[in-house]
């Protein structure tokens, strides 16, 4: 038999009126990366539609809320890969979605009160070319974060150039900490190539044998294993390595 206070706890869920108070709504913006001809790009979707008609923005939408009593909607992440899919057209599972943090301005969206829960995601760049539009996107394209700032004509909407420096500054704390890394290269990769996303993400040059000391590490570490082959460059055939993760 329940006890009065568990009856008390359900009586007042039972009555209590969600609609009594004003509620914002949620969405999940999606910051995703990847390194073209050793830039680091990222994917932006052109606005088929009010507000910022026109102008680009980053992939995303609002969460799915259901009636607030027997349906409650989808669970954040679950947001974040449907909209992945559904503006990008990228396989799910093409990327690790990793939540960066809620932005919450009140005047951040001039439709009504919109928080945002943003992620981030690095796509190898095998994976690139399978972008396009979808969902709400008029176009959907890879930009350099070079031309991103105040002093260029690349102006995003709503509050998406601060979501877009907060990732940045994430990934590229993580750069030298985690394997993060790993995720922004083909499944097999010489070490120029590594050290060319090192240099890309971090935008500096890093000395090629004192990077060829860390990868060393990496590899006595076990986390990077040889992979079978070679790959054809304008001298000797270059060694190819894996993450272990992939490795095989």
């Known amino acids: 038999m329940a006890s009065r206070k568990q009856a008390d706890e359900r009586a007042f869920v039972e009555a209590y009126r969600p609609e009594a108070y004003p509620r914002p709504a949620v969405t999940v913006d999606l910051v995703v990366l990847t ?3 050793a830039d680091l790009k990222l994917l932006l979707v ?3 539609e009010p507000p910022f008609q026109g102008r680009w923005a980053l992939p995303g939408g609002f969460v799915r809320v259901g009636d607030g009593k027997r349906d409650r909607g989808e669970d954040l992440d679950e947001a974040a890969a449907r909209e992945l899919a559904e503006e990008t057209s990228l396989p799910r599972g093409a990327s690790r979605l990793q939540q960066l943090g809620a932005f919450g301005a009140p005047d951040r969206d001039p439709r009504m009160r919109v928080i945002s829960v ?3 995601a690095l796509i190898r760049p095998d ?3 399978l972008v396009h539009a979808g969902g709400d996107a008029a176009l959907a394209g890879w930009h350099s974060v070079a031309t991103l700032g105040v002093n260029t004509k690349l102006e995003l909407a709503f509050d998406h150039a601060q979501i877009v420096d907060a990732a940045l500054e994430r990934v590229r704390e993580r750069l030298e900490r985690s394997t993060i890394a790993f995720d922004l290269v083909p499944r097999t990769f010489t070490i120029p ?3 060319a996303v090192f240099d890309a993400v971090t935008g500096t040059t890093h000395d090629p044998g004192n990077f060829r000391r860390k990868f060393q590490q ?3 570490g076990g986390q990077v294993v040889e992979a079978p082959g070679k790959r054809i460059t304008s001298g000797k055939p270059a060694r190819v390595y894996a993450f272990a993760r992939v490795a095989g």
């Open 46 to 48: 052109r606005r088929a």
């Open 35 to 37: 390194v073209l001809d």
């Open 118 to 120: 943003a992620y981030f």
């Open 193 to 195: 190539e590594l050290r």
């Open 218 to 220: 990496l590899l006595d």
């Open 127 to 129: 994976l690139a070319p």
